[in-house]
């Protein structure tokens, strides 16, 4: 029992990811009927912005004075971080301290800026070219994307903590009244959860209550119509996109601390998130939440040693089975609606 | 001749001339000129030039014709790889067994994914096929490991078994005690060539499959394969089932793929799983696409290109640079290789990404078509003073 | 003798009865119209008799064998093609090219794995495709991509491919809809000659009624998914019922 509840929990984080990125595919997809090759490569970028800022902050000059004499008797020289220097002792403590979480600040104008960039300078141009031509053109821009980025920071994951008051765990065992030990979940795990479901919940909520969500709900479900009205869709899609690389680029800087962002892994994310997106159902955003956390806790579950010893690497391809046979037996998906990208 | 019209003839009798002079032409420059880097006329690169060739004919006849965009394509090539070595380990290092298990195996397992693949079309199918080939991936570096050696990657060794093998039987991939890496060297004056029988056994191979696939494009087969890729619904209603069309377009690419794989494991007795991730189904696409899709000549070429220029970009490191731009006066050199920097060497893959989007934006035809419109640019000028009017005859 | 037997068929979309005991006969070597106001189920109908719908009750029988559960290529081999409402023609392919394929799926039927002979070399299918071009007034445009037609070309094109088949009943999807008054004249004339030069029964959906009355044996008129009345076009024209039915349909336009 206390196993299978860690393994939940286990599958919330990826889940959580996983669904973000889903999401903003979905977006895309369902505003422009555009199939982007190149949202994994935001994800990447965002955990990257998390990487910056840590690295901004730890930026450093040698003391003028030196604080004393090393063992040869020469005079030793500290390394003193500018933002002591500039934001005192304690405060920049807590700044570096907590680089991760003022990424976020600092990335929501990067990605949204990235996000327009691509639009109206690639994506635009492919409203009208045929599905497999997107694909390729992202699919270009995501390679191009993922080796700038291993072109300034390196091949290697590059290790960026949560803040110091995060970094425990949490014994989860003990408030259900399991053993001590039995259940424990890092306590940046759960915030990641708690941070994704804000975010899902802040998205659904503005494309429901707001004027603005309205026309784009209403374009995904007829674009043509919405076109008709008068209504320029086209904007609000460009902001769409920003808003829907912001939600991916989000979803990396958080993730940061929980796996180390290294320059594949918007590629690595990007495959099973399109795998989501089908599972979910093509232009569904429901669908590409609850897909996102079922096959993020199917994922967890099946790397269980009990469940490993009788299907060996089943972990390794759940997610994929799994993806066969919805298509094959939902072809569109758990919540897919009627005639989304149907020949 | 040979059941082709002159016009495709004269194709593949000039793909031939040129692999058969491939070692002569490729290498152009002395070999101890500052150019001879950019010689290409070695067995290693030559060999993959028409591998690659090979499978990039391969999923033209289903990317080219049918209009199906597979992402998984590098898994077969994988599957056949695999299934060289094993041939090589357990049966002989004669290649022939090798290279024909490597295309059977590889149908079967194309059956297998194209039959499920393909009940869907579209994206979907896009995605499936990569949801494939992820599969076999992670799977070749899991729980496949005692057949595929995981990471370190299926290697043959001298405890192998080896039934048919005598005890004088050579131990490298052979054809008939030929071995792959035999090769015999022309100096003449300050050039030299290299004439490997590895080389020449893949070049007649790919012009084989280059053969093969002329006859598939000129086809009532081939003709109805693009008929799935202008109308399905025509053809449903025409009293064709395009199910069976496009599986079989889809297991002959595959066995292509696996042809290729096999000839990369008897060319260097090895196979491991990074030959079949996506970025390999995505390499395939590229040259397939940068060629010219649903051309005959394209996909060739594109294979061609790009293999030269990952083994020229891969080796200029900015020591080449400053040699090139000495010329220059220093700040200016300085900043140039600085901006060439990122692309060369260890960046070849920023340039590819790059050259893909630019293909996809500017030259969806490809290199072909970029050819034709080049052509057709000159002979415009030409006629002009003839045909006052600008219009010509009207297309063949 | 009739040729194509509607028994009973019923079909629901959710709550809408989109066809209601549909009960219909085609005879051999006629040329039927179907007629009724929009949302009548005329094209649920057509979708019926070539596969594309399968309908909750009822039997389809064409030449004494049922449709019923066969997909759209298995009911074209029977004899059945379907012409449709804007032409469906291979329009990445050369005009020859379009008018072999029907050619080859008569003589090779759903699957044939010939790829090894040249297209050029199957005598057979190159000349039949020849002579239906040229029957059809197509064989100066052979070597033309089959997009850049006129649309008069192209609904041409449609149904020679069509007829290169020799289907013992041609199904027509409102063919002369969108068309100018010359194309619709030109249409006409052409399916009469069709008739007249062919051992075939020709189904006709359409909502112009002129063409309908140039054209038709009977007239079958449909509302609400059931068939109100059939008879010949001289006693249809003055069918109070048929009146009725066009007359609802222009007040809820109004």
Known sequence: MDAILLQLLNGLDKGSAYALIALGLTLIFGTLGVVNFAHGAIFMIGAFCAVTLSKIFSLSHLASEPSGTDFLGKPKYEDILYIKEWFGESAGAWMLDWSVPLSILF???????????????????????????????????????????????????????????????????????????????????????????????????????????????????????????????DKRFTIMFGIAAAVAGLAGVMYAPINSPNYHMGMDFLVLSFVVVVVGGMGSLPGAVLAGFLLGILESFASMNEVKNILPGIDQIIIYVVAIIILLTRPRGLMGRKGVMEE | ?????????????????????????????????????????????????????????????????????????????????????????????????????????????????????????????????????????????????????????????????????????????????????????????????????????????????????????????????????????????????????????????????????????SMDPLAGAERMQWTASGEVVLMTILGGAGTLLGPVLGAGFIKYFENIFSKINDNVLHGWFSFMPDGLEDFIVTIIHPFVGKGWHLTLGLLFMLVVIFLPGGLVEGGQRIGRMFRRKKSDPNTPDGETTPAE | MNILEIKNVNKRFGGLQALGNVNLNVAENTVHAIIGPNGAGKSTLLNVLVGKLIPDTGSVMFDGQSVLGRKPYEINQMGISRVFQTPEIFDDLSVQENMLIPCFAKRDGAFAMNGYNSVGSQQDVMDKAEEMLVEMKLADKRHMHAASMSRGDKRRLEIAMCLAQDPRLLLLDEPTAGMARADTNNTIDLLKQIKEERDITIAIIEHDMHVVFSLAERITVLAQGTPLVEDTPDNIKGHPKVREAYLGESQVAA
Request: aromatic letters at 14%; proline letters at 5%.
């Open chain 2, 1 to 265: 001749m040979l059941g082709l019209n002159k016009k495709d003839l004269g194709v593949l009798l000039l793909v031939a001339l040129l692999a058969l002079a491939a070692p002569i032409l490729l290498n152009p420059f002395p070999a101890d000129s500052g150019m001879a880097q950019f010689n290409a006329g070695y067995p290693d690169l030559m060999q993959r030039f028409v591998i690659f060739g090979i499978f990039a004919i391969g999923y033209n006849i289903l990317f080219g014709l049918t209009g199906y965009l597979s992402f998984g394509h590098a898994a077969f090539l994988g599957v056949g790889s695999y299934s060289a070595v094993w041939m090589m380990k357990l049966l002989s290092m004669n290649v022939i067994p090798a290279i024909v298990l490597s295309v059977i195996v590889a149908g079967l397992f194309s059956v297998v994914i194209g039959y499920v693949s393909l009940r869907r079309s579209g994206i979907y199918f896009s995605i499936l096929t990569l949801a494939f080939a992820q599969m076999s991936f992670n799977l070749a570096y899991s729980v496949l490991t005692p057949i595929t050696n995981g990471e370190t990657g299926l290697q043959i060794s001298l405890s192998d078994p080896r039934v048919l093998d005598g005890a004088n039987a050579p131990s490298y991939p052979n054809l008939f005690g030929a071995q792959m890496n035999s090769a015999a060297t022309l100096e003449l004056g300050s050039w030299s060539f290299t004439f490997s029988v590895g080389y020449y056994l893949c070049a007649f191979l790919m012009l084989v499959a280059f053969y093969i696939s002329i006859r598939i494009f000129r086809s009532p087969f081939g003709l109805m394969l693009r008929a799935v890729k202008s109308n399905q619904q025509r053809m449903n209603y025409t009293g064709l089932n395009t199910k069976p069309y496009t599986l079989a377009a889809f297991v002959i690419s595959g066995m292509y793929a696996g042809l290729a794989g096999g000839l990369l494991a």
């Open chain 1, 107 to 233: 990335a929501i104008p990067v990605m949204i800026a990235i996000g327009f960039i691509m639009e109206r300078g690639l994506i635009k141009h492919f409203y009208k070219r045929p599905h497999a031509d997107q694909i390729l053109v992202t699919f270009g821009l995501a390679i191009v994307l993922q080796e700038v980025i291993k072109y300034f920071y390196g091949a290697n994951p590059i290790p960026t903590a949560a803040p110091e008051a995060f970094r425990g765990s949490f014994d989860f065992g003990v408030l259900l009244g399991f053993d001590p030990n039995a259940i424990i979940y890092p306590y940046w795990r759960l915030i990641y959860f708690a941070f994704s479901a804000l975010i899902i919940g802040g998205v659904f909520a503005f494309l429901q209550f707001t004027t603005f969500g309205m026309v784009v709900r209403a374009g995904m479900a007829d674009r043509e119509t919405v076109g008709l009205l008068g209504i320029n869709i």
